[in-house]
Each structure stands twice: as C-alpha cells, then as structure tokens.
C-alpha cells in the first residue's frame, strides 16, 4: 500500500427535505452573503430555487444569483461569477444542481480570491485559497459535492481541464435524493456510468494488495450495477435514488481510492471527445471505457479476471484467466448498453476521421498518459480507433 | 435509508515513518502546548515517545506527558489528566497508543474545557466542546482514531459508559502500519474481531434496502477475514498491517453505518462483561456476538443468509435459508477460533453465576437494549447463557 493522506472534511445532510436547511447550514459554516449559482429552468420550474431562497431569507442571509450553467461548463460564466463576487462582497458560493454548477461554482470560488486568471489553476497553477463551496445537489453522477476536483471548458478552443485540491472540497453538501427523482433515463444512465468510472479508475491500478480499497470499490460497483435499473424502470424508487445519491459520493470522495497508484487516462480521452462533440461525460465514458480495458487488458490479465468475478459474478476460468477478463469487459459493454448507453462512436455522433483531432487535443507529445499503462500517443490513437 | 448527517474531518496521514511528522500537524492545527498520553511501557521501550517527542521540539511545540492508561481506560487518570491540561494551559492533546489511550485522551480533553465533573458526559449530558485531539495510532482495533467515541470505566463500581460527540473526532491522525508489526498474535486477533463487531453492529439492522453500507460492510469484513491471518502468520507482514490499519479506520467512522438504524447491543453487553472481568474488549465480543447472532437470527433469517453467502462464501439454501443463516454464523465462530479468540464465557474466565451481575449491571429495568431486536431484561439474560 502506498501512502497517503485522506481528507474529507465536507459535512453531509442526507435525506427528504433537507434543501429546507440550507440557510442554517451557510449560517454554521460562516457565510453571510451567498451566491447562488445554477444551471437551466429546472431549479427555477421545480421551485428548488425557491425554497433555497426562502431558507436564506429566513435566515438574515443575503444573496445574488447567477444562472446558466451548462455540461461542460464554460470559462465564460465563469469569469462573470468571479465579477459578481468581487463587486458584491460575495463571501460563500452556494451551488444549486449537479456536477457541472458544483465545478463551475468552485472555479467562481477559486477567482473570487486571486487577482490573475482563474484559468491558470486549471493548467497546473497551485491552489492556496478559495471562498467555501456548498452544494444542493439535483443529479448524481460528478461526485463533485465531496470531491476536490472541478472541470472547466475554456471556450478559447474548447479546452477541458481539471483543477485538484482541499480547497475546492464543498464544506456542506445537502444530498435529497428527492431531487434526482425528475432526471430522464438517459441522464439518470450517464450518472451512473460517470460513477463507474470514478471507481475504476482507481480499481485499475499496478500496486498490489491494497485489498480494502479493492472491496470498497467493488462494493460501489455492485451497488450502482444493481440500483439503476431500479431507477430506470421507476423513476421515483426514492431507495434506489438513495443508494444512487450516496454511491455517487464514496465513488469519488477517494475513499475507494487511498493507498494505490489512480490511471485516469480514461477520463482524460474521454473530456477530449465531449470537449469536441459537446457530449455528456457519462456517455462519453460509455464509449472509452471499454475500449481502454481491451487495450490494456493482458497488462494485468488477473485483476481483469478479479474484477469480472467479483464484479461481474462471471465464472473463474482457471486454465484461462483471460477469458474470465474478457467476459467481464463483455459484461461491463453489455450492462452499458442494458441501461441506454452508447458504446461506440458513431452512437455519440463522434468521427473516427476526428481521430487525429483527439489525439492532438490531448497534447501529448513525448509524455505518456496514465498510470496503469502508460499510454503514449499512438496507445491513445489506437484506443481511440477501438471505440470507433 | 434513513436520513442523516455524516461528518468526518479528521485529516488521516497514513504510511511509514509518519509520526515524525507529527509536529508539523500540531502546527497546522494550532496547537502549542500539548499533553501526550500514552499507556505502559512499550511506546517508550520502542523508541516512538522519543521520536514523537523530537518532532514536537523540532517545530517548537512545548509539551507534557501523562502515561499509564490501561485497557478499559479508567477514570482515575482522565481526571488527573484534566488537572494537568488545567493547571499548564494545555491546549492540545496528543494520544499516543491504542484504543483505550485515544479514549482517554478524548476523556481529558472533554474535561479541560469543563467545569464539572467529566463523567457527566459519559451519562448522557450533551457534549458541547472539547480541546483537539490527535492521535500517533499504535494498535488497530477500536476505530477512536476517526469516531466520534469514547468510552471509560469509572473506578467508582466499574462502570464502563460511552461519549459520543463531533468534538471527539481526532483533528488528525496518524497511521503508520509498521507501529503495529510488534503487535503479539493475542491483540491482533482482538483488534480484528473488534473491527468486525464495529461493522456488524451496522449490518444487523431493520432499514431495507440500503444497498451501499451492505455493501461496504461486507468490503470490509472480508478485507479483515482474508488479512489477519497473514499478519498472525508473518507479524511483519507491512501489507496485511496496512489494510487492518485502514479497515478499523473505516469499519467504525461510520461510512459502512450511514442511512440505517444500528443495534450496538452486542456492545453493551460486552462492556459490563471486561468491566467485570477486565478482559480484553475484543475477546469479550469474540464471545457475546455468536451468542447474539444465535438467538436474534430468526428475527430477520434473510439479512443472516446474506451475511453467510456473501461474507463467508456460503451456498445458499433456497429452500431452507435458516440453514444458510445458521452456516454463516458458524463460520464466524470457527474463524475466531482459527485466529486464537475465544467464544465461550470458560476461555474468558467468565462464570456462569455472574451473569445476574451483569443483567444487573446493564440496568435495564423497563427499557431495552438495541434496535435490531429490542432486548429485554430476560433476553439479556438468555444471551449471557447462550456464551456460557
């Protein structure tokens, strides 16, 4: 086991209603003057803007809004969040709805305090402050509402990039799994499959017995495996929303993750196509995944035939262990497309003349990307061609 | 599931040679005036009271010390601690040990910042501040160095009650596996069956369909089941410490206990038991938990064939699931057995005729015990004699 240190000071209210506490949770964490930023008419139609309001109001605590946020979230917003906070004496970002308002909430937090541009914290500067960060959260997927990760788009050529620390980690997260009961199939789906991913991108690893992380991850696994189809046949099985809201926590607070060597070379190709195609990430993923583990599966053809096992519920075949690993991608690609994923590119609407494209996005050049394998340019082309 | 609130903030440092940076942490936490506790003589003889205290003086932290603790944490010393940290404006405290050390110092640093008697909030008075604590782990088992709890006996009739309180989680903690390879066959097998007891009074619950902390609880069952028999085999073994080390960390900060009613029975009835006894907490559940399973089996036959099928690789009988059931629970006990505890009240040096003692000494009257089935006075009494 490699070391680490593990920190996930967020504090979690769980359950019906909760979004109706929010004031008294801005009030105990500090805030005094929030801004509330969100993402399309949803919040606003299903009145959850409204009663966020109404808890602040009541409160004594006084706010400024900021609408807008799309997938993929732009630099855009964000440079208009920064403005607001520092005319406004903003001093708490409130977020209102999924991964995308909770990570373009926490690049508004990020600005609010430097004097440059927010945007070179997401091309490696170090982060040493940040206005706290909170989250009602409305789709479970990013596990950005206990994570320290945020993506943004630059809208100077659509670059996607990821920014990293304790800083960004939300200081109160209110989770009603409520809220999520409203996502379409397809959202619910991507959610998922985002999920997944979290967790695999950990599980997927070269160092060795780090046996509780691997039951942890397997854990999440087979609960998300076993819960959305649950959510897809009845949108409101507020138990089945639950696990889904939760799972969506642990998958990437990286308590699944400690200890270990993380690839996230997958995710990496994957902000390449929905930064081009303007795509959802879990969709996005659908595709990738897949095609990463049959590239690199006899790399460690064991903890593949580990993961279709345990996983999977797939038979060990002793004699031939790569069969058991391949089964298990079969599985995983199957199971995708069971809950409406699409596992290909012309399914995303993705090109394989794009290729190149891709490839050159990632800006590789002699680095390699990720850590399972590491990939150099022409792994990640043929990964990319195996999606195809 | 439940609503609930989850909160963990300890900053957990794992890995080797890492309470030479306990210094550094004190720093960051602010304190400067800091009570080390320990226990007997082994954190001396071992050289790591030395060590931690070099890293203290090398940032510039002043300190005293308080050894002595004992297991079962007495309240004897608590209160000579409180005088101390009273008397030299002691405003941090360090626990360097086990448990029963992290106990106590939570205990302490309860009682600083009390003018009362602290052994009020081991009756029930609500905990409203604490000083911070922070811990050098020596020995894994009881999970204090992330949890909310504390528990002392009080010298005054050999009572053993529980604090719970966010003012008791550890500010930080530091997690070194290599502390815990001295660590004899006996407290290894005991901090084990702890740490699975932490899980299973989780596990054991009548909230349906929490799916995720099923599935984490079984994680790390098995992670503990397939671990400590390589650390009993080779004490050396960095990997099995590791992952025994991170597991009773997550076995009790209540990730694997989130959204479901817990029953903690077990528990209690062990306490008069080592308070009566003074034997170690770990054996004491090494006997009770069997005895428990026995008699609350029938209550919910399906969650025991679940436990036996997915944590002890039983077949399932569809047709008889209380064979199933009944198999699981035997497989716990030859476990114990396998790794040295024992399951009867005879291994323990347990007599029969105490057991009106300890009903007594549980002061029931009226009320029950636990949730998973409430116990009455006269089931308490049948559990003891089902240990015997």
Known sequence: MNNFNFYSPTYFVFGREKENEVGKYIQRFGGSKVLIHYGGGSVVKSGLLDRVKQSLTATGISFCELGGVVPNPRSGLVYQGIEICKKEGVDFV??????????????????????????DFYCGKRVEKALPVATVLTLTAAGSEGSTGS?????????KRAANSDFLRPVFSILNPELTCSLPAYQTACGATDMMAHVMERYFTNTKDVEITDRLCEGILLTVINEVPKALVDPDDYEARANLMWAGMVAHNDICG???EQDWSTHQM???????????????????????????????VNRFAQFAVRVWGCEMDFQHPEITARKGI?????????????VRF??????????????????????????????????VRKIYELAV
Not at 272 to 296: C, I, N, Q, R, T
Not at 366 to 377: A, I, N, P, S, Y
Request: aromatic share 8%; net charge negative.
């Open 94 to 119: 409130l977020a209102v709805g999924g991964g995308s308002v909770i990570d373009s909430s926490k690049a508004i937090a990020l600005g609010a305090l430097c004097d440059g541009d927010f945007w």
């Open 151 to 159: 993506v943004i788009t630059h809208e100077n050529g659509m670059l």
């Open 258 to 260: 400690v200890g270990r």
């Open 270 to 300: 994957e902000h390449e196509l929905s930064g081009l195609y303007d795509v959802a990430h879990g969709a996005g993923l659908a595709v990738m995944f897949p095609a990463w583990m049959k590239y690199v599966m006899m790399h460690d």
């Open 330 to 342: 079969e599985r995983y690609e199957q199971f995708l497309t069971s809950i409406g994923m699409p």
């Open 346 to 379: 012309s399914e995303l609407g993705a090109k394989a003349e794009d290729i190149p494209l891709l490839v050159k996005a990632l800006g590789l050049g002699e680095r390699t990307l990720g850590f399972f394998v590491k990939l150099t340019e022409d792994d």
